[in-house]
């Protein structure tokens, strides 16, 4: 077996290629100058080395390949080294094309939102089924422990980005899984910095579209226009839609309006009721689509319906991380206004009237951008008091986004002052929800500490 490097290896992706290599018998090194859990975690459990910051001697002359995560970009130290010394190097969604996929049956996980929880339930499902899945998951699978397994069975589950596939493929990572199944679960406007407008990220979609085969699924959220107008483009593949509305091939009928339990249609015909601890119509919607694509590959979902109210999602998904002074702290991975109203929607169906604390860090790119400062005060509605970490290097004024809040709403410039406001905040009953995609600081932790102080 040969000696791998990853640079960027602590990204929920990449993370997950290194799980991968090393359980199918490579050595593996990586580099990374953002280490956090949970991916962190991961990779010292694994027993990964990994070197922090990126230098032109990161990687060893004698690494057999380099995989090069979409982080990284020309002028970086290590980048430039492997390029003029003339070393192998690969993006870790081909890496994955070439060294897992092939005679595999690939479920990929497409969409805006709800990748990672679609992924894992979907695996979920199959593993409940005894299909013994592989998968690669943006996160770490409460039920697996890991975010990525090579698994012994014919499926192989993964999630599917359309975030490019790197400095030198400009691609969607997802035109290289070549999948027999595709959910395409949502399309909306995201990564301002790589995409101009909604269109380009469609002829993305389009793109995937084009290499599901005659004999495959797609599974097509039934209440998007964005994703309407992509399959008006062409497909040659059979299609079946979900979401709430009966006259879909699949729809879901709420019992419980926060989400907690649901009757699963088909056609019109009654298939089961879930009953899971997931909240939010979003997720409902993630679970209807996961039980179509299981269906697709011929699992009989009366058998592994039963199976969801075991389910334990993805870590930083609504993650309650514990409770002090009658308080209770959450991390949730938010990174879009979408995203972050339908989380809030969920718990506010779960919580009723006890109020919702927000603290958001405005992280992705395309929040730093400020592409969705004018949605994200009307996303934070369902929250009581929101503290916003405004670092100096945000590019956008935060103040009318402030004004704009339908409850309180402060903006710190570091986490400390964050941590500070927040304990002048939170009150006895109230559900203080972080709001991140990156690490923040430690903040939620932090938080929890702070409270259990006497």
Known sequence: MSTIHILGIAGTFMGGVAALAREKGH???????????PMSTQLERLG??????????????????VVIGNALSRGNPAVEAVLDTGQRYISGAQWLSEQVLPGRDTLAVAGT?????????????????????????GGVAEDFGVSARVGSGREFVVEADEYDTAFFDKRSKFVHYRPLVAILNNLEYDHADIFPDVAAIQRQFHHLIRTVPARGRLIVNGEDAYLAEVLAMGCWTPVERFGFDPSLEWHAELVEADGSVFVVHHRGARVGEVRWSLLGRHNVLNGLAALAAA?????????????????RSVKRRLEVIGQAR???IYDDFAHHPTAIRTTLDGLRAKVGDARIVVAM??????????????ALAPSLDGADAVVFLHRPELAWDAAAVI?????????????DALLAQLGAIAAPGDHVVFMSNGGFDGAPRRFLAQLQQP
């Open 403 to 415: 004004a704009a809040v339908r409850g309180e709403a402060h903006a710190v410039a570091d986490t």
């Open 113 to 137: 939102h709800g990748k990672t929880t679609t992924t894992t339930i979907l695996t979920w499902l199959l593993h409940s089924a005894g299909r013994e899945p592989g998968f690669l998951i």
């Open 27 to 37: 050595t593996v090194r990586g580099s990374d100058q953002a280490i956090y859990p």
């Open 326 to 328: 009658d308080i209770t």
């Open 48 to 65: 990964i080395a990994l070197d922090p910051g990126y230098r032109a001697d990161s990687v060893a002359p004698d690494c057999d390949e």
């Open 361 to 374: 860090e405005p992280r992705s790119n395309s929040m730093r951008l400020g592409a969705h400062a004018q």
């Open 295 to 311: 269906h697709a590959v011929g699992v009989e979902l009366a058998t592994v319906i039963p199976a969801l109210a075991a389910f």
